[in-house]
């Protein structure tokens, strides 16, 4: 992986207190991820896993104030305990909609604790590269936290 | 022509705009009470207030005179909704992982 992300990448490292084969089970097993996936209060009552290189996987996470939320993809490689990729689109309507993104993750075990690694970025042409606006990084976190401050002042 | 949310996107792309819907976020105001904690021209700030209006972002009233401006939550909700599928969708999840492993582990000591 190249030193500096591209403004449309996403690279978060996180230490969790668990084996790296516990941690590839969050990830692989669907009565894992439905305890997992989402961000805070959303649950995730849909996951379908076909769990082989070539396989897909679809899930929904939804909230009250979100609603429905599909997305899905296919794995690409796996390495059991070490190492996962699959591609990760959203099926919503509006921008985030059908655009590819390859997710990368890999799995460091030390000392009983696991360092997870992951790592995605768009599939998008030249064309659509240009066009999009901003990135991922952190000016975007504060743009989103000052816009979801506003929705919600605003939605009271 | 560049879709919604470009449009929106590039408005918000100025600290002086941005600080204008910070105010209009407490409540409607007037060119002259927007114009007043910024160093520059009236006619500077209602050509920031014309952008803001082309996106959608705010509103302004009809009497010639007085055109109080406020905010409209609506195209920063879709903001909002684009955004949130990134960092954050990904950083919340792990707490979530995070929590999930520490129930894990509990359920495994009570064994």
């Not at chain 1, 084996?19 to 961000?39: C, D, I, N, T, V």
């Not at chain 2, 903001?79 to 995070?98: G, H, I, K, P």
């Amino acid at each position: 992986m190249s030193a500096r992300l591209a403004d449309d990448e996403l690279l978060i490292t996180r230490t969790f207190d668990a084996p790296a084969s516990l941690l590839f089970a969050l990830w692989s097993k669907p009565e894992h991820m439905r305890r997992w996936m989402g961000p805070a209060n959303f649950t995730c009552p849909e996951v379908e896993i076909d769990f082989r290189v070539g396989g897909a996987y679809r899930a929904m996470i939804k909230s009250p104030a979100r609603g429905d939320n599909w997305f899905g993809g296919v794995y690409r490689e796996i390495v059991e305990n070490k190492r996962l990729v699959f591609t990760f689109t959203w099926d919503n309507d509006g921008p985030s909609a059908g655009v590819e993104t390859l997710v990368t993750i890999t799995f460091e075990e030390k000392g009983g604790k696991t360092v997870q690694t992951f790592h995605q970025r768009p599939f998008l042409n030249v064309e659509r590269r240009d066009s999009h606006m901003g990135g991922w990084t952190s000016a975007f976190d504060k743009l989103a936290a000052y816009a979801a401050q506003i929705a919600k002042e605003h939605s009271a | 022509m560049p879709d919604t949310l470009s449009v929106t996107l590039s408005a918000l792309a100025d600290p002086t705009r941005r600080a204008i819907l910070a105010r209009l976020a407490k409540g409607e105001a007037t060119v002259n009470e927007i114009a007043k904690p910024f160093d520059i021209s009236l006619p500077a700030v209602s050509r920031h207030l014309k952008v803001l209006e082309t996106a959608g972002l705010i509103s302004r009233g009809r009497e010639a005179q007085w055109r109080p401006c406020r905010l409209e939550p609506r195209a920063l909700k879709r903001v909002d909704d684009w955004l949130w599928r990134y960092r954050r969708f990904w950083t919340e999840s792990f707490d979530r992982m995070d929590a999930y492993l520490a129930e894990l582990k509990a359920k495994e000591k009570r064994k």
